[in-house]
Protein backbone atom coordinates (compact mmCIF):
# COMPACT_ATOMS: atom_id res chain seq x y z
CA UNK A 1 0.00 0.00 0.00
CA UNK A 2 1.47 3.14 -1.10
CA UNK A 3 2.17 5.65 1.92
CA UNK A 4 0.56 8.82 0.03
CA UNK A 5 -0.71 10.32 3.16
CA UNK A 6 3.09 10.36 4.85
CA UNK A 7 4.81 11.88 1.74
CA UNK A 8 4.07 15.34 2.70
CA UNK A 9 5.57 15.04 6.57
CA UNK A 10 7.98 12.74 5.12
CA UNK A 11 8.95 15.75 2.80
CA UNK A 12 8.92 17.63 5.92
CA UNK A 13 10.46 15.46 8.33
CA UNK A 14 7.74 15.38 10.80
CA UNK A 15 7.74 11.77 10.85
CA UNK A 16 8.79 9.63 13.62
CA UNK A 17 12.17 7.90 12.77
CA UNK A 18 10.11 4.85 12.51
CA UNK A 19 7.81 5.88 10.70
CA UNK A 20 10.33 7.52 8.29
CA UNK A 21 12.49 4.48 7.96
CA UNK A 22 9.12 2.53 7.03
CA UNK A 23 8.24 5.41 4.56
CA UNK A 24 11.94 5.66 3.19
CA UNK A 25 11.84 1.37 2.90
CA UNK A 26 8.87 2.05 0.16
CA UNK A 27 9.97 5.09 -1.26
CA UNK A 28 13.45 2.79 -2.46
CA UNK A 29 11.12 0.37 -4.23
CA UNK A 30 8.32 2.60 -5.21
CA UNK A 31 8.43 4.77 -8.96
CA UNK A 32 4.96 6.37 -8.21
CA UNK A 33 5.67 7.53 -4.83
CA UNK A 34 9.13 9.08 -5.57
CA UNK A 35 6.83 10.51 -8.47
CA UNK A 36 4.22 11.99 -6.42
CA UNK A 37 7.21 13.22 -3.48
CA UNK A 38 8.72 15.22 -6.30
CA UNK A 39 5.58 16.98 -7.43
CA UNK A 40 4.76 17.47 -3.99
CA UNK A 41 8.34 19.05 -3.17
CA UNK A 42 7.61 21.20 -6.79
CA UNK A 43 4.64 22.86 -4.97
CA UNK A 44 5.96 23.55 -2.15
CA UNK A 45 8.73 25.05 -3.72
CA UNK A 46 6.06 27.31 -5.90
CA UNK A 47 4.44 28.08 -2.88
CA UNK A 48 7.34 29.34 -1.22
CA UNK A 49 8.09 31.34 -4.37
CA UNK A 50 4.97 33.26 -4.48
CA UNK A 51 5.92 36.91 -4.35
CA UNK A 52 5.26 38.81 -1.22
CA UNK A 53 2.52 41.25 -0.81
CA UNK A 54 3.70 44.65 0.48
CA UNK A 55 1.20 46.32 2.47
CA UNK A 56 0.25 49.89 1.50
CA UNK A 57 0.87 51.69 5.17
CA UNK A 58 2.64 50.79 8.06
CA UNK A 59 0.32 48.14 10.47
CA UNK A 60 2.71 48.65 13.76
CA UNK A 61 0.52 50.75 15.46
CA UNK A 62 2.47 53.57 17.29
CA UNK A 63 1.75 52.43 21.16
CA UNK A 64 4.68 54.93 22.36
CA UNK A 65 4.10 58.37 22.59
CA UNK A 66 7.27 60.15 20.43
CA UNK A 67 9.18 62.16 22.64
CA UNK A 68 8.44 65.88 21.12
CA UNK A 69 4.48 64.55 21.67
CA UNK A 70 5.20 63.69 25.30
CA UNK A 71 4.63 67.19 26.77
CA UNK A 72 1.80 67.61 24.76
CA UNK A 73 -0.38 65.57 27.02
CA UNK A 74 0.28 67.78 29.88
CA UNK A 75 -0.29 70.50 27.56
CA UNK A 76 -3.66 69.09 26.29
CA UNK A 77 -4.71 68.63 30.37
CA UNK A 78 -4.01 72.00 30.83
CA UNK A 79 -5.95 73.13 28.31
CA UNK A 80 -9.21 71.01 28.83
CA UNK A 81 -8.63 72.54 32.46
CA UNK A 82 -7.98 76.66 31.38
CA UNK A 83 -10.99 75.99 29.22
CA UNK A 84 -13.23 74.85 32.08
CA UNK A 85 -11.94 77.45 34.31
CA UNK A 86 -12.56 80.49 31.58
CA UNK A 87 -15.73 79.55 30.89
CA UNK A 88 -16.70 79.28 34.59
CA UNK A 89 -14.60 83.27 34.94
CA UNK A 90 -17.16 83.87 31.86
CA UNK A 91 -19.99 83.40 33.86
CA UNK A 92 -19.18 85.44 37.07
CA UNK A 93 -18.03 88.68 35.17
CA UNK A 94 -21.44 88.21 33.20
CA UNK A 95 -23.57 88.17 36.27
CA UNK A 96 -21.03 89.92 39.01
CA UNK A 97 -21.34 94.01 37.00
CA UNK A 98 -25.29 93.49 37.44
CA UNK A 99 -25.45 92.56 41.16
CA UNK A 100 -22.79 95.74 41.23
CA UNK A 101 -24.58 97.92 39.17
CA UNK A 102 -28.12 97.09 40.92
CA UNK A 103 -26.21 97.81 44.16
CA UNK A 104 -25.10 101.05 42.79
CA UNK A 105 -28.18 102.39 41.40
CA UNK A 106 -29.73 100.97 44.36
CA UNK A 107 -28.12 103.87 46.98
CA UNK A 108 -28.72 106.87 45.00
CA UNK A 109 -32.74 105.80 43.96
CA UNK A 110 -33.43 105.60 47.37
CA UNK A 111 -31.38 108.70 48.35
CA UNK A 112 -33.25 111.15 45.61
CA UNK A 113 -36.67 109.03 45.05
CA UNK A 114 -37.45 111.87 43.16
CA UNK A 115 -34.44 111.74 40.81
CA UNK A 116 -36.02 110.21 38.32
CA UNK A 117 -36.27 110.57 34.35
CA UNK A 118 -34.23 110.67 31.35
CA UNK A 119 -30.97 112.74 33.38
CA UNK A 120 -30.77 110.11 35.54
CA UNK A 121 -28.72 107.67 33.61
CA UNK A 122 -27.80 105.37 36.28
CA UNK A 123 -30.64 103.42 36.47
CA UNK A 124 -30.14 102.56 33.19
CA UNK A 125 -28.31 99.14 32.72
CA UNK A 126 -24.19 99.86 32.21
CA UNK A 127 -23.38 98.38 28.90
CA UNK A 128 -21.30 95.48 29.93
CA UNK A 129 -24.94 94.37 30.51
CA UNK A 130 -25.20 94.17 26.88
CA UNK A 131 -21.88 92.19 26.73
CA UNK A 132 -20.38 95.21 25.20
CA UNK A 133 -16.96 96.83 26.05
CA UNK A 134 -17.31 98.92 28.83
CA UNK A 135 -16.63 102.72 28.24
CA UNK A 136 -14.61 103.76 30.59
CA UNK A 137 -14.68 107.31 30.59
CA UNK A 138 -18.78 107.54 30.18
CA UNK A 139 -20.17 106.66 33.66
CA UNK A 140 -17.54 108.28 35.93
CA UNK A 141 -18.21 111.69 34.06
CA UNK A 142 -21.97 111.25 34.49
CA UNK A 143 -21.53 110.12 38.00
CA UNK A 144 -19.33 113.62 38.27
CA UNK A 145 -21.93 115.78 36.99
CA UNK A 146 -24.85 114.79 38.98
CA UNK A 147 -22.24 115.11 42.23
CA UNK A 148 -21.80 118.58 41.08
CA UNK A 149 -25.84 118.98 40.08
CA UNK A 150 -26.41 117.64 43.81
CA UNK A 151 -24.45 119.71 45.60
CA UNK A 152 -26.24 122.86 43.84
CA UNK A 153 -29.59 121.82 43.64
CA UNK A 154 -32.50 120.15 45.21
CA UNK A 155 -34.28 116.92 44.03
CA UNK A 156 -36.99 119.23 43.17
CA UNK A 157 -34.40 121.52 41.20
CA UNK A 158 -33.30 118.39 38.97
CA UNK A 159 -36.74 117.69 38.19
CA UNK A 160 -37.43 121.32 36.77
CA UNK A 161 -33.89 121.45 35.11
CA UNK A 162 -34.77 117.86 33.36
CA UNK A 163 -38.40 119.46 32.23
CA UNK A 164 -36.30 122.15 30.84
CA UNK A 165 -34.16 120.22 28.87
CA UNK A 166 -37.16 118.24 27.22
CA UNK A 167 -39.14 121.09 26.35
CA UNK A 168 -35.49 122.79 24.83
CA UNK A 169 -37.03 125.94 26.05
CA UNK A 170 -34.66 129.31 25.09
CA UNK A 171 -33.38 129.00 28.83
CA UNK A 172 -31.30 126.54 28.11
CA UNK A 173 -28.05 128.57 29.09
CA UNK A 174 -28.27 125.98 32.85
CA UNK A 175 -27.41 123.12 30.12
CA UNK A 176 -24.92 124.79 28.71
CA UNK A 177 -23.21 125.43 31.72
CA UNK A 178 -23.91 121.96 32.74
CA UNK A 179 -22.49 121.07 29.28
CA UNK A 180 -19.43 123.11 30.09
CA UNK A 181 -19.39 121.60 33.62
CA UNK A 182 -19.19 118.23 31.96
CA UNK A 183 -16.71 119.00 29.07
CA UNK A 184 -14.09 120.81 32.25
CA UNK A 185 -14.58 118.10 34.72
CA UNK A 186 -11.73 115.84 35.14
CA UNK A 187 -11.96 113.02 33.44
CA UNK A 188 -10.33 109.71 35.16
CA UNK A 189 -8.16 107.72 33.34
CA UNK A 190 -9.31 104.13 32.48
CA UNK A 191 -8.81 101.37 34.58
CA UNK A 192 -5.52 99.58 33.15
CA UNK A 193 -6.94 96.18 33.30
CA UNK A 194 -10.69 97.27 32.70
CA UNK A 195 -10.50 95.04 29.11
CA UNK A 196 -10.33 92.27 31.30
CA UNK A 197 -13.77 92.75 32.30
CA UNK A 198 -15.04 92.10 28.75
CA UNK A 199 -17.14 88.59 29.16
CA UNK A 200 -16.17 88.26 25.59
CA UNK A 201 -12.73 88.37 26.36
CA UNK A 202 -12.82 84.72 28.56
CA UNK A 203 -15.28 83.53 25.86
CA UNK A 204 -12.82 84.05 23.16
CA UNK A 205 -9.79 82.58 25.67
CA UNK A 206 -12.17 79.60 26.65
CA UNK A 207 -13.81 78.67 23.67
CA UNK A 208 -9.71 78.86 22.39
CA UNK A 209 -8.56 76.96 24.53
CA UNK A 210 -10.86 74.24 24.45
CA UNK A 211 -10.41 74.02 20.51
CA UNK A 212 -6.71 73.47 21.47
CA UNK A 213 -7.50 70.78 23.94
CA UNK A 214 -9.81 68.90 21.23
CA UNK A 215 -6.83 69.11 18.68
CA UNK A 216 -4.09 68.13 20.72
CA UNK A 217 -6.22 65.33 22.25
CA UNK A 218 -7.11 64.02 19.15
CA UNK A 219 -3.62 63.80 17.82
CA UNK A 220 -2.25 62.11 20.67
CA UNK A 221 -5.41 59.48 20.19
CA UNK A 222 -4.28 59.23 16.50
CA UNK A 223 -0.92 58.05 17.24
CA UNK B 1 13.26 31.22 5.13
CA UNK B 2 12.28 31.93 9.09
CA UNK B 3 14.34 34.40 11.18
CA UNK B 4 15.22 33.38 14.51
CA UNK B 5 14.99 35.54 17.56
CA UNK B 6 18.19 36.16 18.26
CA UNK B 7 19.74 37.42 21.32
CA UNK B 8 18.75 41.30 20.54
CA UNK B 9 15.09 40.36 20.04
CA UNK B 10 15.22 38.46 22.84
CA UNK B 11 16.15 41.59 25.76
CA UNK B 12 13.40 43.31 23.49
CA UNK B 13 11.04 40.50 24.17
CA UNK B 14 12.03 40.85 28.10
CA UNK B 15 11.27 44.72 27.26
CA UNK B 16 8.39 44.61 25.82
CA UNK B 17 7.01 42.48 28.16
CA UNK B 18 7.77 45.03 31.36
CA UNK B 19 5.94 47.16 29.43
CA UNK B 20 8.36 48.85 26.90
CA UNK B 21 6.20 50.25 23.81
CA UNK B 22 9.52 50.92 21.54
CA UNK B 23 10.20 47.69 22.48
CA UNK B 24 7.59 46.32 21.32
CA UNK B 25 7.35 48.44 17.99
CA UNK B 26 10.55 47.42 17.10
CA UNK B 27 9.45 43.56 17.60
CA UNK B 28 6.17 44.14 15.30
CA UNK B 29 8.06 46.13 12.56
CA UNK B 30 10.43 42.67 12.52
CA UNK B 31 7.49 40.46 11.60
CA UNK B 32 5.16 42.84 9.91
CA UNK B 33 5.79 42.16 6.19
CA UNK B 34 5.55 38.48 6.84
CA UNK B 35 1.97 38.87 9.24
CA UNK B 36 0.76 40.61 5.89
CA UNK B 37 1.64 38.14 3.86
CA UNK B 38 0.09 35.57 5.48
CA UNK B 39 -2.85 37.84 6.43
CA UNK B 40 -3.38 38.46 2.42
CA UNK B 41 -3.16 35.21 1.46
CA UNK B 42 -5.81 34.09 4.14
CA UNK B 43 -8.09 37.41 3.42
CA UNK B 44 -6.82 38.93 0.45
CA UNK B 45 -5.31 42.62 0.69
CA UNK B 46 -8.22 44.14 1.35
CA UNK B 47 -8.80 43.06 4.75
CA UNK B 48 -5.53 41.77 5.53
CA UNK B 49 -4.26 45.14 6.41
CA UNK B 50 -6.64 45.97 9.37
CA UNK B 51 -6.95 42.14 10.81
CA UNK B 52 -2.55 42.45 11.25
CA UNK B 53 -3.25 46.11 12.93
CA UNK B 54 -5.79 44.83 14.91
CA UNK B 55 -3.83 41.52 15.87
CA UNK B 56 -0.73 43.59 16.71
CA UNK B 57 -2.86 46.17 18.71
CA UNK B 58 -4.66 43.02 20.66
CA UNK B 59 -0.85 41.47 21.11
CA UNK B 60 0.18 45.03 22.74
CA UNK B 61 -2.84 44.61 24.79
CA UNK B 62 -1.62 40.98 26.02
CA UNK B 63 1.91 41.39 26.13
CA UNK B 64 2.04 41.14 29.80
CA UNK B 65 0.65 37.85 29.85
CA UNK B 66 2.20 36.51 27.02
CA UNK B 67 4.96 33.70 28.72
CA UNK B 68 5.68 31.57 25.74
CA UNK B 69 9.05 32.07 24.03
CA UNK B 70 8.39 32.69 20.47
CA UNK B 71 6.40 36.03 19.69
CA UNK B 72 6.27 35.53 15.94
CA UNK B 73 4.55 32.40 17.06
CA UNK B 74 2.23 33.79 19.37
CA UNK B 75 1.48 36.67 16.88
CA UNK B 76 1.10 34.57 14.01
CA UNK B 77 -1.34 32.80 16.34
CA UNK B 78 -3.33 36.04 16.86
CA UNK B 79 -3.88 36.57 13.35
CA UNK B 80 -4.34 33.78 12.02
CA UNK B 81 -7.57 33.72 14.03
CA UNK B 82 -8.59 37.00 13.35
CA UNK B 83 -8.35 35.95 9.65
CA UNK B 84 -10.41 32.66 10.30
CA UNK B 85 -13.10 34.69 12.53
CA UNK B 86 -13.32 37.24 9.37
CA UNK B 87 -13.81 34.10 7.10
CA UNK B 88 -16.39 32.51 8.88
CA UNK B 89 -18.19 35.80 9.20
CA UNK B 90 -17.98 36.26 5.28
CA UNK B 91 -21.70 35.15 4.47
CA UNK B 92 -22.08 35.89 0.97
CA UNK B 93 -18.97 33.43 -0.13
CA UNK B 94 -19.66 30.13 2.08
CA UNK B 95 -16.51 28.82 2.39
CA UNK B 96 -15.86 24.77 2.51
CA UNK B 97 -16.29 23.32 6.09
CA UNK B 98 -13.29 24.26 8.54
CA UNK B 99 -12.81 21.04 9.67
CA UNK B 100 -11.22 18.16 7.10
CA UNK B 101 -13.43 15.81 6.76
CA UNK B 102 -13.14 12.08 8.14
CA UNK B 103 -11.82 10.36 5.61
CA UNK B 104 -8.29 9.08 5.20
CA UNK B 105 -5.66 10.95 3.15
CA UNK B 106 -4.67 8.02 1.15
CA UNK B 107 -8.24 8.41 -0.10
CA UNK B 108 -7.26 12.09 -1.64
CA UNK B 109 -7.04 11.48 -5.41
CA UNK B 110 -4.37 12.32 -7.04
CA UNK B 111 -4.66 13.78 -10.55
CA UNK B 112 -3.01 12.63 -13.54
CA UNK B 113 -1.27 15.15 -16.07
CA UNK B 114 -3.49 15.28 -19.30
CA UNK B 115 -0.80 16.54 -21.64
CA UNK B 116 2.70 16.78 -21.02
CA UNK B 117 4.00 20.38 -19.98
CA UNK B 118 6.75 22.29 -18.60
CA UNK B 119 8.23 20.54 -15.17
CA UNK B 120 7.29 22.33 -12.08
CA UNK B 121 10.90 23.02 -11.35
CA UNK B 122 10.57 25.58 -14.12
CA UNK B 123 7.97 27.37 -13.42
CA UNK B 124 9.18 29.21 -10.36
CA UNK B 125 9.97 32.05 -12.39
CA UNK B 126 7.15 31.51 -14.08
CA UNK B 127 4.29 34.30 -13.47
CA UNK B 128 1.71 32.56 -14.87
CA UNK B 129 2.19 29.30 -12.99
CA UNK B 130 2.40 31.48 -9.90
CA UNK B 131 -1.06 33.14 -10.51
CA UNK B 132 -2.13 29.16 -10.82
CA UNK B 133 -0.58 28.71 -7.69
CA UNK B 134 -2.55 31.74 -6.21
CA UNK B 135 -5.28 30.87 -7.52
CA UNK B 136 -5.06 27.32 -6.34
CA UNK B 137 -4.81 28.47 -2.22
CA UNK B 138 -8.07 30.46 -2.71
CA UNK B 139 -9.87 27.98 -3.62
CA UNK B 140 -8.70 25.18 -0.43
CA UNK B 141 -10.19 25.45 2.88
CA UNK B 142 -8.99 28.33 4.91
CA UNK B 143 -8.07 25.81 7.52
CA UNK B 144 -5.75 24.18 4.83
CA UNK B 145 -4.54 26.77 3.76
CA UNK B 146 -3.92 28.59 7.19
CA UNK B 147 -1.74 25.18 7.34
CA UNK B 148 0.05 25.12 4.14
CA UNK B 149 0.99 29.05 4.38
CA UNK B 150 2.30 28.54 7.89
CA UNK B 151 4.73 25.77 6.87
CA UNK B 152 5.73 26.15 2.80
CA UNK B 153 5.84 30.35 3.23
CA UNK B 154 6.64 31.15 6.96
CA UNK B 155 8.61 27.92 7.70
CA UNK B 156 6.87 26.89 11.06
CA UNK B 157 7.63 23.54 12.37
CA UNK B 158 4.65 21.13 12.71
CA UNK B 159 4.13 21.30 16.35
CA UNK B 160 4.24 25.46 15.78
CA UNK B 161 1.51 25.05 13.71
CA UNK B 162 -0.31 22.74 15.81
CA UNK B 163 -0.16 25.87 18.86
CA UNK B 164 -0.98 28.50 16.23
CA UNK B 165 -4.30 26.78 14.80
CA UNK B 166 -4.84 25.53 18.25
CA UNK B 167 -5.52 21.97 16.68
CA UNK B 168 -3.82 18.39 16.87
CA UNK B 169 -0.84 17.68 15.21
CA UNK B 170 -2.18 14.86 13.35
CA UNK B 171 -4.68 17.66 12.31
CA UNK B 172 -2.03 19.56 11.03
CA UNK B 173 -0.58 16.74 8.82
CA UNK B 174 -3.43 15.92 7.48
CA UNK B 175 -4.52 19.51 6.57
CA UNK B 176 -1.06 20.47 5.22
CA UNK B 177 -1.35 17.55 3.03
CA UNK B 178 -4.56 18.02 1.62
CA UNK B 179 -3.82 21.29 0.91
CA UNK B 180 -0.46 20.94 -0.93
CA UNK B 181 -1.97 18.17 -3.02
CA UNK B 182 -5.22 20.27 -3.55
CA UNK B 183 -2.81 22.97 -4.96
CA UNK B 184 -0.65 20.28 -7.03
CA UNK B 185 -3.91 18.76 -8.49
CA UNK B 186 -4.75 22.63 -10.27
CA UNK B 187 -1.08 22.49 -11.46
CA UNK B 188 -1.57 19.19 -13.30
CA UNK B 189 -4.75 19.83 -14.26
CA UNK B 190 -3.25 22.82 -16.85
CA UNK B 191 -1.13 20.54 -18.21
CA UNK B 192 2.01 20.97 -16.19
CA UNK B 193 4.28 17.58 -14.27
CA UNK B 194 6.33 18.04 -11.46
CA UNK B 195 8.27 14.62 -11.80
CA UNK B 196 11.37 16.02 -11.27
CA UNK B 197 10.33 18.66 -8.56
Known sequence: MHPFGDLSAYMDEALSSEARASVQAHLDT??????????????????AALPM?????????RVSVPV?????????????GAAIFLFLALSVIAYFPRVQSAGTAAAPAAARPAATGAGDTSLQPPSSLNFGAPSPSAAPVVTSDRSGAGQSATPGDATKEVGRQDSASPASNSVAAQST??????????????????PWLWLVLAVAFAAISFVVGRRLRST | MRPEL?????????????????????????I?????????RMLGHDDAEDAVQDALLSAWKSMASFEGTSFRAWVFRIVTNRALDRLRSRKRHPELPLDPPSETDDSVSWAE?????????DLA?????LRVVEDALATIPADQRACLLLRDVEGFAYEEIAIITSTEIGTVKSRIHRGRLAVRNVLISRGWKGSTG
Open chain 2, 32 to 40: ERPLYRHAA
Open chain 1, 30 to 47: CTLCRTRLAELRGTARLI
Open chain 1, 68 to 80: WLAPLRTFSTFAS
Open chain 2, 113 to 121: PTAPGPELA
Open chain 1, 181 to 198: RVSNAPVPEPAPFAFLLS
Open chain 1, 53 to 61: PVPSRSLVP
Open chain 2, 125 to 129: ADREA
Open chain 2, 6 to 30: GGASDALLDRARRGDARAFEQLALE
